[in-house]
Every structure is written in structure tokens, then in C-alpha cells.
């Protein structure tokens, strides 16, 4: 018989947001990949739930792509970021939104 998924995992897990040890089955899961279903060759990262409640979880379509197309060799943090508002700006203030979301 197969033990139910809340008493298999008693270990703990550090948040990366605010450094808190708490429980494994208490934790949030986060893969910086963006596909936590693949779980082969990877290490997760893990949110407490205070931390995972206060993050924006609006989609990152075309973040990776619009932070490519700004970034640029020497570009400073300020000026990097200043494209950046740019960019979210021209784009209706969020990557990746579509126009049907607009």
C-alpha cells in the first residue's frame, strides 16, 4: 500500500525569499525553469507560504525573450532596467500579455 503523500516528505526545506527553515510538505515548490513536471537531473527551490503569497504570479510569457532583446554587454543595472520600463511600457505594461488580455 502506497503511504499518503503528506507523511512520506518530513524533511525541511530553506525559503530563498527570506531564509526561513520550514517543512518540505509546508513549502512551496519553485523551479526556476519553469517546468516543475520534469523532475529529472533537477534540484528545486522552495517559497515558505508567507513568501509565495506575497509574489506576483502573473504569467512570463515572452519575459525571457523580452529581457534578451535589452540586454546588451556593459549595459549598467540602471540602464538596464530603464530599458526594461520601456520595453513593459510599449508592450501595455506587462511581457507577454497578448491583445486579446489588453
Request: glycine share 6%; aromatic share 6%.
Amino acid at each position: 500500500m502506497w503511504r499518503s503523500r503528506k507523511s512520506r516528505d518530513r524533511r525541511t526545506v530553506i525559503c530563498i525569499a527570506c531564509g526561513d527553515s520550514v517543512l518540505r510538505e509546508d513549502a512551496r515548490e519553485y523551479d526556476k525553469e519553469g517546468d516543475r513536471w520534469n523532475r529529472r537531473d533537477k534540484e528545486f527551490e522552495y517559497l515558505c507560504t508567507d513568501c509565495d503569497d506575497e509574489i506576483c504570479h502573473q504569467p512570463r510569457d515572452g519575459l525571457e525573450s523580452l529581457i534578451l532583446s535589452i540586454e546588451s554587454d556593459g549595459l549598467s543595472r540602471e540602464e538596464f532596467l530603464d530599458r526594461y520600463a520601456e520595453a513593459v511600457a510599449d508592450a501595455g505594461g506587462s511581457p507577454g500579455r497578448s491583445e486579446r488580455d489588453r
